[in-house]
């Protein structure tokens, strides 16, 4: 035996406890909203009845991205799972090298399946949705120095895939790209996939996106389309030219109605670019920036700050009336940091896609949508769960829900999952709103 040093020793047991009671809720979940024969729907079926069938695929890959598993070989978690396996009925799970051939199997006609899905459990996220719809595209960079990586714009190898979120939350569309497309490639007919999906009673109001969309031909679609952009321009020779003649300043307030101590100010002016349609307005911010070291702005006053400071040029262009007033279009484009950067954040970092599990690049791809499809599954997921709770990220709900131990016991034919006395209400309502959930 072990020496220690408190007063007890390590045993082995063969009942089935688990460490991921809250995760077998998740994957109740699933089967609640028809996860299940989704998947049977539109992805290929087994070649013999030997095979496993594609939920078996997606349902393992989705609880180990859901647990925090960066690669294929951390599937053996859930394998070796047997309470989760019990309750949630899993009698098989692939292993780690059966589900990589199964990846690069159906590469492509799996990344049009997961859009399919995604796009039927995105009508599930649009009941809830009661604001005006608001797109935000971005691209992300993956570092990867795997064989079909390309050097990105950052001149780092990788992949540069393009995300699109519906109002801060559901990815409605994504695209996994080489590393050497420039993020302003192909941006308008992403927006035109991102519309494809909408429901046809449904449209979008808005759309944001960084410099790498200022095309012309994306402001004139927007313009067709009734729809309104904010997206950021470039300080090009036109646009410095049109800053120098403009003499009046506007202090942009914070949201509590405070102007920064480094004050900034916003003024706009009307633009148009070559071959475009029609003209639009181009919002200037001027902000005061000082370049020194940081830990010397400490020791400054506000007054030495202010003679040091340089001024600063960004701009936005919008074809928004003027309804909208200047600083709102700051604040409306500014909310982009928490409604996509943020969120592309959380499926890199929450979901390990920074981790890609191949070198064949369109089984890359299929899986980079499987974990958008986990990442969608989440933001929906979330609905059952209690107020406090939804705005939590991945990480924070497995510490709180997921990595709850349990122990499953079989009693007069009935199958029992025993937790600690203080989870038993949580995880209860959540049981309950995925019974609810079903019905609809």
């Not at 070989?73 to 949630?88: F, G, Q, S």
């Not at 039927?120 to 064989?147: G, N, Q």
């Not at 340089?310 to 484009?333: G, K, L, P, W």
Request: glycine share 4%; net charge neutral.
């Amino acid at each position: 035996m072990a020496q220690g040093i408190l007063n007890f020793s390590v045993e082995a047991t063969n009942e089935r406890l688990t460490p991921r009671a809250g995760e077998i809720i998740f994957g109740e979940y699933l089967k609640a909203i028809g996860l299940d024969k989704l998947c049977e729907l539109h992805l290929p079926a087994p070649q013999s009845n030997r095979g496993f069938s594609p939920y078996t695929f997606i349902q393992s890959l989705l609880l180990m991205l859901h647990s925090g598993g960066k690669s294929l070989d951390d599937i053996r978690v859930i394998k070796e799972d047997n309470a989760m396996r019990t309750l949630l009925k899993m009698k098989n799970i692939p292993t780690a090298d059966a589900t990589g051939k199964w990846l690069k199997r159906h590469g492509l006609l799996g990344v049009y399946s997961m859009e399919q899905i995604n796009r039927t459990l995105l009508k599930r996220y649009l009941k809830r949705v009661e604001e005006p719809l608001v797109l935000d595209i971005d691209a992300s960079v993956i570092e990867s120095h795997k064989e079909t990586a390309a050097y990105t714009y950052k001149m780092i190898p990788g992949y540069t895939p393009m995300i699109g979120h519906i109002n801060g939350g559901y990815v409605i569309h994504s695209e996994f790209r080489s590393g050497n497309i420039a993020p302003a490639d192909t941006n308008l007919s992403f927006i035109e996939r991102c519309m494809s999906q909408l429901p046809k009673t449904q449209s979008l109001a808005f759309v944001r996106a960084d410099a790498a969309s200022y095309q012309h031909q994306l402001f004139d679609y927007c313009d067709v389309h009734g729809i309104t952009y904010t997206i950021g321009a470039h300080l090009d020779s036109s646009v410095l030219e049109s800053i120098k003649e403009l003499t009046t300043w506007e202090t942009l307030r914070q949201d509590e109605g405070k102007s920064h101590h480094l004050k900034e100010e916003v003024a706009e002016f009307i633009h148009t670019m070559n071959n475009s349609q029609k003209a639009f307005r181009l919002i200037v911010i001027r902000k005061q920036i000082t370049p020194i070291l940081p830990t010397l702005e400490e020791t400054l006053s506000e007054e030495e700050k202010l003679q040091y400071a340089r001024e600063h040029y960004s701009v936005i262009a919008t074809n928004a009336d003027e309804e909208m007033s200047m600083q709102a279009v700051v604040y409306f484009y500014r909310q982009r940091g928490d409604t996509s950067e943020n969120r592309i954040k959380e499926l890199k970092n929450g979901f390990n896609l920074k981790y890609l599990p191949t070198s064949d690049f369109i089984a890359n791809a299929f899986y980079f949508q499987i974990g958008v499809l986990a990442y969608n599954l989440f933001v929906l997921f979330k609905e059952t769960l209690q107020s406090s709770w939804q705005r939590h990220t991945i990480r924070t709900l497995r510490y709180k829900l997921y990595n709850i131990a349990g122990k499953v016991i079989t009693h007069a034919r009935e199958t029992i999952l025993k937790v600690n006395h203080q989870f038993v209400e949580i995880l209860n309502n959540i049981r309950q709103k995925s019974y609810e959930v079903r019905l609809q």
